[in-house]
Every structure is written in structure tokens, then in C-alpha cells.
């Protein structure tokens, strides 16, 4: 029997459910080996009874961590799509500011009391990542995720292998695309502590690498500070650097 | 020579391009900087580059390769890629031919590789001067400013016209597409001659130590400060090696497609500067420290290559130097920071660091090599659970023949989607088939544990050096095996005790960490009841409900308990990285020369053959070299028993 896959989503752009949808040909042969159950991005019907559960996007709210830990309870195995997922997400920034300043910031037109403690899709959002509340198996780093490297996990966990998430940097594949490195043109990167599998995709589109797919296990992050610091960025600058996706390893609550 | 107007150079490389059926790679503009690739027309070559990004390395041993291609719906489906296509790559210049040359030296040496060989037979190359020196270059310190072979054509621009050396006969040939050639008149000949010897002056950046002398710097300069210093800057991004034309190193990965039938394995680039480099399945990374990888490299250049084949595996590109994001990976800066932080008098102690084979041209006939990858099928023909992670597999070669294996060599097993894991035969030759043990640790042996007799498994090897079965006849041997250790191991007990006659005095220690991991229960026990051997056995503990009837304490507690004369008795030691720390110390106390104490080692292995880089300990290649080694010749290298 196939076993049966449903796709959720938290706080998230969902740009990652929509990369699968945009598997093309290869979601037919990925039909033909997994059932989607639920699925908002790709079909309708919704199910309650599945196998595998891929879960995208941060978890922000008592609410959110209370339907995350149900599919956890329902799950044989449990992925983390996406950097929102793996990491917390851009939107992990937020967590430096008290909630009531967030909400000041980004909710200014709003009634105070619609937006109060009281109604539950407001409170407390503080941006986890699913592995601070619950157990996850396979992560499926990025931002968004590379589709031929979810085929790959997908084919890995089907045939009881380990998933294929590369843990050397983002500079391999740099290097091995015969990328011009950007900081021999005067640029800067975060490619040398961001894990690679993504196949240097900013890089190869003259981008700086803003390690979406969080760092490799062992960063020499000092030696990578020493070096921005050394092209010249400010203090600031090489903070905005350090925390844009990854702001997990320096958050001083809840972090790793 | 010949020479040819530059109108008409420009037709023959669109000739090519067009009526050759060669593929034509050149070097191209690639933004500000340089790169080989394909050539739509001649008007795209930049003969006037400095140095491109990577080296033409990637035409023989491409980023990317299929090493060969499987297909699960047929109980062992394994075939050889494709025949690469015909190439001709236009540019190379002479430091790059120079590493060319090397990797001849590497692939087709002993072990002859038969994908490098392919691509080697079927790439032609045109070699061309360097017109503008890259600022971090250094071939003129090297000595490879200038080559006299190693190229099919080679071009010397001389403004509105172009110098043309003929370096072979297939080069030659390639003039058939040629236009307007005439013979070089003596000025030309000697305008060259010029321009290459004010060639091979430049590019020389106050090297202080020559080539000659870095393997001696090297070696006494093992433990500088030099290298905390440098190597707190790195990255350990790889970037320099990956960069590298005289880096070979590579790793290997199954990928099954989608259908989840069909799959190939593929060879792809690795660097010593990465961490995963040298990790195992235990979770062990044996040059964990940012250090220890940094001086890798630089040795690996200077010291242990050289040692190997004669060459200094350098050339002096500088794109190591240049794309060195902290700017520590330029050899000119490592080797004159040595020298300036204990000067001394270096000795040359290589007399030429450019030896490379010259009689490897057979490489321009026959394809009689091996395909190095390629397993042969073979049959699990009895499964039997001897613990609860390890399982023994008895397997019989599908061609019929014996593994003819000696005790202490290992295969390399090959489960088709899920990789190939180095496992050590553990029977004793006899017989047409073996057996190996196999722990349940990660993809390769969980699936193996899956099987069940008849399936099928690729199997390669025998490989390494097994123990010396014959030498050791006469003498009294002391066997300490610890842990898993004992896999190893028992293909020598065995091959002892059905020659037993032929040996002195056999004593055997075996410890475990509890006695349900104990393998070979019924063996052990037999090993008790002989009058003609000692035997002890010892767990570190016992837990409540089990039941154990040898001795408790950690593997040195039994060494006094037993009676063997040190002098005499040689020690074969097989266990996890700590155990060989205790016991070499305890041996050594008791008198047993360092030469009589024989031990197996593990480390993480891809191709099994001395190429892929991955089991170096220093410059020893444990699948070469070992897995068995005498103490005497491990002592002195530092990466041994850290
Ligand atoms: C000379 C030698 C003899 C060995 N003999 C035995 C034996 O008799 N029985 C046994 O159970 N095990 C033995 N091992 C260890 C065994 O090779 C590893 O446990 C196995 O490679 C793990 O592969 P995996 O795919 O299951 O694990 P994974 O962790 O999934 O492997 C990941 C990758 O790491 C590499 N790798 C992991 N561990 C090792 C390792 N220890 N050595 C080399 N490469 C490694 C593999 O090549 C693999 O590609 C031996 C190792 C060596 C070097
Ligand atoms: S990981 Fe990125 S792309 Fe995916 S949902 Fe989150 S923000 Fe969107
Ligand atoms: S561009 Fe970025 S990823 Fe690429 S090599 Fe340079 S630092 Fe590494
Ligand atoms: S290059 Fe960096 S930012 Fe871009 S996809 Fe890869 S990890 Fe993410
Ligand atoms: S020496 Fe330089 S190029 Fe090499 S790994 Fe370190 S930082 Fe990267
Ligand atoms: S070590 Fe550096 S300079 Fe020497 S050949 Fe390699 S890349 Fe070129
Ligand atoms: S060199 Fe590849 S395993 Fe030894």
C-alpha cells in the first residue's frame, strides 16, 4: 500500500508547498508513490488519516502548537519543509521586539482590541521552529525548498535511506558550477557557513547567499565574521548577515 | 613548428568546430574571469586569458560522473556508463599540463582507472603560452611556465600570426582542418624560443623555499604555529582544493530516481578541507580539528604525494591563492612563513619535483583497464544473527571463482541505491565462499541486515594488506581483539587453528563491552575446551539477568593473566581507536618490540583502491597500506592513534 502523505502549513508564504506543485512530470511519479491526503495548495480533499505529514512554516501561537503537536501524535513521520519550518524563517527576526511592539509596527491601523491577548490568532507570536515543540525526522531546509532535493528525500525515505541533505557549504556547488566567487568581485557571501544542496543558486545568479537553508553543523562562524568584517561591512551590516535566516543559533530564548 | 595567420587559425578552430565532430571546449570569457567551455565559435576563444576558474581537470575528472548505472527490477543490473565523447579542448596552458601530466601519474599508475582513462583517451589538447600572468601566480617558482610534452597541439600567439608545435600524432592529424600553413622560418622559431624563456622567468613571487626543499620544510615544520595561525582564519569552506588542478580527491553517492528502480552512482568532487571528509559511521571524524585538515593539504602537496609519485603536487596556478576568501590557502605565503618562523637550512631533499611517468602514453591505445567501481554480483547464500546489531552473511561470487582472499583484507559491499561500505572478510580461506559480519549502523548495513539468502549484494576486493599469515608461521602470537574488532580478527584464528601446527604458542584475549555482544558464541566457547591454545575472555560489565562465565574488566586486565614470553610473541591487536592506546602501552611495558605488535585499523573509506583520498592517515592509505600495519611504522605518524 502507498503510503499516505498530507501536506500542512503555519506561518508561512507557503512558496514552498507551491514548489512541489511545480514538480511538474515528476509529481506524477511522486502520485504514484506516496498518497496526498491533504493538500490545500494542490486539491481539495482533506483527510485525517495519513502516514507521512510535511509541515511548512513557523510556529508562532498557543494554537498553532496545539494542531503541530495533533499531526505530531498522528504521524508516522514528520517532515519540516522549508526554512520557515527548519529555522523560525525571516519572520524569526520578529522575536528580537516584544509581541506588543510587533504589533504596534505591523498592525497600527487595527483596533487594540482585535489584536489583544484575548483573541487566540494574535496571541503570544513568537517564532519557533517545529523542532523547539515537537520531534521531527527529515528537515527539508531552504527557502524556498529545491524540488529535485525533495524528490530525493522523498525517494530516501521511501526505500529507508537517509535523506541526502548535504552538511558541507553552500560553496561546493559554487565552486563546482565554476561560479565567480562574489567576493573576488566585490561582494559578500554567506556561502561558506550556509549548508549546501541548493546548488548555489544565488550565487549563480550573481546574489549573495543569505544562508536560507541554515549553517552547516560545524560553521566557522568566526572566521566568517573575521571576513565580512574584513570586506569592509559595519557592525550592523554583519549582524543582519548573521540573523536574517539564522537567527535561531544567536536567539538568546529557545534557540539551539 | 608551423604558423598560421591568424584569419586562418580563426577558420581552423570554426572547422573544428563544425566538420570535426569532436566536441570543442575553449576558454571563454565567464563575466570578469575565465572558464573552459564548450565553443560555439572562434570568436569566443580568449587565448589572451589569465587563468580560468577551474581547471581543465573537469574534463577528466568531471564535477559530476557516473561511475555506473543500475536498474533494481532485475536481481543484479549493473552496467558501465556511456563511452565518453570525443573532445578537443583549446587553451591549456602549461601549468595546467603540467597537472595533467600528475593526474596520469595518479589514475594511471597502479590501479588504472578506466573512466579517467576514457576521458583521457578521447580528449585531445591544445596547449597555448600564457599571454597574461594572473597577479597570484607562481608557476615560474614551480617550473611550469614551459612544457616540452604533455599536449596534442600547442600555440604560441604572435600577434597577427600563430605559432603551431606539433606535439603528436593526433595533433598532427587535426591540421587536416587547418588552412594556409606554412613551416616557421628560423626568426619565428627563435622569437618563440624568446618569448617562452622570458615566459618561464615570470610569475615567480619570492618563493623562498623552492620546490625541491618544501618536503623537508614540511616535515620539520609539522607542528609550527605557523598552522594554528592560519588555519583559526579558515573557512573550511574546500574552496582550495576544489579549485585545485592537482586535487584529486573525490566521494561517491548512490541516487535512485523517482520510479525507485533505476539509479546510477556518481563520483563527485571532495575535499580534505571539509569536515565530513573523514567521518564515520560511529560518528568519529578523524581530522576534526580546522587544523589538522589545513595542514593535510599543504603536506599532502609537499610531503606525501611526492613521497608517492615524485611530484611536488603543486604547479603554481594561484587559483587556490586568489579564491581563498581569507587569503590563507596561497602555498608562496604558507611556505615562506615557515621558513621565516624557524629558519634553517632546508634541504632539497627531492632531486626533481616534476617526475612524472613518461612511459604512461600507453595511454593512447587499448582500453584494457578496469572499471575500478564496478562490483561483481554476487549471492548471500546463509543469514545468521549473531547479536542484536551484528549479522553474519555467508556470500559466494556469482563468476563461480573464490574471493582468494588473505586474512585481514576487506571488500567493499555494494548495495545498488544505497552505497558501498568497506567490510572485512572474516572466514579463513578455505572454501568457495565467505563470510562477512556486518553491524547494523547506517544506510548500506541497515539495508544489508534486510536480506535474506539468495538475494544479491556487488562485492569488490579483495582489498588492503591482510596479515602476514605466512611470515608469522613458527612464531607465538598473542591475539587481542576488542569489541567488533574480533571480526577481523577471526579470518586469521581460523586460518591459526586449521593450521595450527604450523604455529608456536596461541594465546587468544577477546573483551566485549557486555556479554550480549559477544559474536561467535559457539567459536569462543570452543576456544575454551582445546588444550592447545590459552584463552580468556572478559566483559566490562555484566548487567543483572545475564549470565557470564569469563572474567570482568576492560581487555588490559587479562594481558597478566596470561603466560607468553614478550621477546618471542607477536601481538595482532584489532579494536575500537582507544583499545590500541592501552594495550600498545601495556605490550610495550611487558617487553614485546614495537615490530612484533601488529594491528588492523579503520577509517573512512569510499574507493578502496588508494584514489578517492578519504583513509589517509598522513600520507599511509589504510586501504592500501593497510588495514593491517606493524606498530613500527605507525608510531612516527601523527594522524595514527590520535
Ligand atoms: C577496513 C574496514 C573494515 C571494516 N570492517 C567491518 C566489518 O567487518 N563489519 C562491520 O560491520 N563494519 C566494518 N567496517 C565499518 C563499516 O565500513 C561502516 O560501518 C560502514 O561503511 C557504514 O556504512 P553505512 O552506509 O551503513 O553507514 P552510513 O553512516 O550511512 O555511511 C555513510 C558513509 O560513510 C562511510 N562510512 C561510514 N562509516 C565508515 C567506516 N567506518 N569506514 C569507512 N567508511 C565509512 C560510508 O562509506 C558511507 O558512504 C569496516 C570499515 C573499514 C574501513
Ligand atoms: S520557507 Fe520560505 S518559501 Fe517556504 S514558506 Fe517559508 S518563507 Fe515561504
Ligand atoms: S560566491 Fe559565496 S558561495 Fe560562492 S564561493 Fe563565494 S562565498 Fe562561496
Ligand atoms: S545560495 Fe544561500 S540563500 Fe541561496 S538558496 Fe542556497 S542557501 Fe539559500
Ligand atoms: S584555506 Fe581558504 S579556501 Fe581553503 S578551506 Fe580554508 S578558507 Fe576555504
Ligand atoms: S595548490 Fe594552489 S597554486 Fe598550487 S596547483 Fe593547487 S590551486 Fe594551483
Ligand atoms: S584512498 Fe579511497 S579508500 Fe583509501
Redesign the interface.
Known amino acids: 500500500m502507498k503510503p499516505k502523505v498530507a501536506i500542512f502549513d503555519f506561518a508561512s508564504c507557503e512558496g514552498c508547498e507551491l514548489q512541489i506543485v511545480n514538480l511538474e512530470e515528476a509529481i506524477i511519479d511522486v502520485a504514484k508513490l506516496v498518497d496526498i491526503v491533504e493538500f490545500r495548495e494542490a486539491m481539495k480533499e482533506s483527510s485525517d488519516d495519513y502516514d507521512i505529514a510535511i509541515v511548512e512554516g513557523s510556529i508562532a501561537r498557543p494554537i498553532d502548537e496545539e494542531r503541530l503537536k495533533k499531526i505530531r501524535a498522528k504521524a508516522k513521520i514528520l517532515i519540516a519543509l522549508g526554512a520557515c519550518a527548519h529555522l523560525g524563517g525571516v519572520q524569526r527576526l520578529g522575536n528580537r521586539f516584544s509581541p506588543d511592539e510587533n504589533k504596534k509596527e505591523v498592525y497600527h491601523m487595527a483596533r487594540p482590541e482585535d489584536i489583544s491577548d484575548g483573541n487566540p490568532y494574535f496571541k503570544e507570536p513568537r517564532h519557533r521552529a517545529l523542532d523547539e515543540v515537537v520531534k521531527v525526522d527529515y528537515t527539508i531546509p531552504g527557502c524556498p525548498i529545491n524540488r529535485v532535493e525533495f524528490a530525493k528525500v522523498l525517494v530516501a525515505l521511501l526505500t529507508g535511506k537517509k535523506p541526502p541533505i548535504p552538511d558541507y557549504p553552500v560553496c561546493v556547488e559554487c565552486k563546482k558550477k565554476e561560479n565567480t566567487c562574489l567576493y573576488t568581485v566585490g561582494g559578500v557571501c554567506m556561502g561558506p557557513v550556509a549548508r549546501g544542496g541548493c546548488d548555489a543558486i544565488c550565487p549563480t545568479y550573481g546574489g549573495e547567499c543569505e544562508a536560507c537553508r541554515g549553517y552547516v553543523s560545524h560553521p566557522h562562524e568566526k572566521a566568517q565574521m573575521d571576513v565580512l568584517a574584513k570586506y569592509g561591512l559595519t557592525a550592523e551590516e554583519i549582524m543582519n548577515r548573521k540573523t536574517m535566516f539564522t537567527s535561531r543559533y544567536t536567539e538568546k530564548k529557545g534557540g539551539e | 613548428m608551423k604558423i598560421i595567420k591568424r584569419e586562418d587559425f580563426k577558420a581552423f578552430v570554426n572547422a573544428l568546430i563544425k566538420d570535426s565532430g569532436l566536441d570543442v571546449e575553449g576558454v571563454k570569457a565567464?563575466?570578469?574571469?575565465f572558464?573552459f567551455g564548450p565553443l560555439e565559435s572562434a570568436d569566443d576563444l580568449r587565448l589572451d586569458y589569465d587563468v580560468t576558474?577551474?581547471p581543465p581537470k573537469?574534463y577528466f575528472l568531471p564535477?559530476?560522473e557516473q561511475l555506473l548505472k543500475f536498474d533494481l527490477s532485475h536481481p543484479f543490473s549493473v552496467d558501465r556508463p556511456e563511452y565518453p565523447r570525443r573532445k578537443v579542448v583549446i587553451g591549456v596552458h602549461p601549468y595546467d599540463i603540467a597537472a595533467i601530466r600528475q593526474m596520469d601519474s595518479y589514475f594511471l599508475d597502479t590501479d588504472i582507472s578506466a573512466n579517467y582513462l576514457r576521458r583521457r583517451k578521447n580528449t585531445l589538447i591544445i596547449g597555448c603560452d600564457v599571454m597574461k600572468v594572473q597577479e597570484k601566480a607562481f608557476f615560474g617558482s614551480m617550473g611550469t611556465g614551459v612544457m616540452h610534452s604533455g599536449y596534442d597541439l600547442y600555440l604560441t600567439d604572435l600577434g597577427d600570426r600563430v605559432a603551431m608545435e606539433i606535439g603528436t600524432e593526433a595533433g598532427s592529424d587535426l591540421l587536416r582542418y587547418a588552412k594556409n600553413i606554412r613551416e616557421a622560418s628560423p626568426v619565428e622559431v627563435q622569437k618563440v624560443k624568446a618569448m617562452r624563456e622570458a615566459m618561464a622567468q615570470k610569475a615567480s613571487r619570492g618563493l623562498i623555499v623552492k620546490p625541491t626543499g618544501w618536503h623537508d620544510l614540511l616535515e620539520k615544520n609539522y607542528e609550527s604555529e605557523v598552522w594554528k595561525k592560519q588555519s583559526?582564519?579558515?573557512?573550511?569552506?574546500?574552496?582550495c582544493t576544489?579549485?585545485c588542478p592537482t586535487c584529486f580527491c573525490y566521494d561517491i553517492?548512490d541516487?535512485?530516481?523517482?520510479?525507485?528502480k533505476t539509479g546510477e552512482r556518481l563520483r563527485?568532487?571532495d575535499?580534505c578541507l571539509?569536515?565530513?571528509f573523514t567521518e564515520i559511521g560511529s560518528g568519529e571524524v578523524f581530522r576534526d580539528d580546522?587544523l589538522d585538515r589545513y595542514r593535510h593539504r599543504f603536506h599532502r602537496k609537499g610531503r606525501y604525494l611526492p613521497d608517492r609519485l615524485g611530484f611536488v603536487a603543486c604547479v603554481g596556478c594561484g587559483r587556490c591563492a586568489?579564491?581563498c576568501?581569507?587569503d590563507i590557502a596561497d602555498p608562496v605565503n604558507l611556505i615562506n612563513m615557515l621558513f621565516e618562523a624557524s629558519p634553517h637550512l632546508v634541504q632539497d631533499s627531492l632531486s626533481d619535483p616534476h617526475t612524472v611517468r613518461t612511459d604512461l602514453q600507453v595511454i593512447q591505445t587499448g582500453d584494457d583497464a578496469k572499471m575500478l567501481h564496478m562490483p561483481q554480483a554476487a549471492t548471500i547464500k546463509r543469514v545468521e544473527k549473531l547479536s542484536a546489531k551484528e549479522t553474519m552473511f555467508e556470500i559466494t561470487l556469482d563468476s563461480g571463482k573464490t574471493l582468494g582472499h588473505t586474512p585481514g583484507q576487506f571488500v567493499e559491499v555494494s548495495i545498488m541505491?544505497?552505497g558501498e561500505a568497506p567490510i572485512s572478510v572474516s572466514s579463513a580461506p578455505n572454501g568457495k565462499s565467505f563470510e562477512i559480519v556486518v553491524r547494523k549502523v547506517?544506510?548500506v548495513t541497515?539495508?544489508i541486515h534486510?536480506m535474506k539468502a539468495g538475494d544479491k549484494v556487488g562485492i569488490r576486493g579483495p582489498f588492503g594488506r591482510g596479515f602476514n599469515v605466512e611470515g608469522l608461521k613458527g612464531r607465538n602470537i598473542l591475539f587481542i581483539g576488542g569489541g567488533i574488532g574480533i571480526i577481523p580478527m577471526r579470518s586469521f584464528i581460523n586460518y591459526v587453528l586449521d593450521h595450527r601446527k604450523e604455529y608456536g604458542e596461541v594465546t587468544i584475549l577477546y573483551g566485549c563491552k557486555e556479554p550480549c555482544e559477544m559474536l561467535f558464541s559457539k567459536e569462543v566457547a570452543s576456544w575454551s575446551k582445546r588444550d592447545d591454545i590459552q584463552h580468556k575472555r572478559t566483559v566490562d560489565k555484566c548487567p543483572d539477568g545475564e549470565c557470564w562465565d569469563g572474567d570482568l574488566g576492560v581487555i588490559t586486565t587479562l594481558i597478566p593473566k596470561v603466560k607468553f614470553d614478550p621477546k618471542t610473541t607477536v601481538a595482532v591487536v584489532v579494536g575500537p581507536p582507544i583499545m590500541y592506546k592501552f594495550v600498545n602501552r601495556e605490550l610495550l611495558k611487558l617487553g614485546v618490540p614495537e615490530e612484533n605488535i601488529v594491528v588492523s585499523l579503520e577509517r573512512r573509506m569510499k574507493c578502496g583502491v588508494g584514489k578517492c583520498g578519504h583513509c589517509q592517515i598522513n600520507g599511509v592509505y589504510v586501504c592500501k597500506e593497510g588495514p593491517v600495519f606493524n606498530y613500527r611504522d605507525l608510531k612516527n605518524l601523527p594522524e595514527a592513534f590520535k
Open positions: 565567464k563575466g570578469e574571469k572558464a576558474l577551474l573537469k564535477q559530476y583559526d582564519k579558515c573557512l573550511g569552506c574546500g574552496t576544489l579549485v553517492q541516487d535512485l530516481n523517482l520510479d525507485l563527485t568532487w575535499g571539509l569536515r565530513k580546522i586568489s579564491q576568501v581569507p541505491g544505497m547506517g544506510d541497515s539495508k534486510t
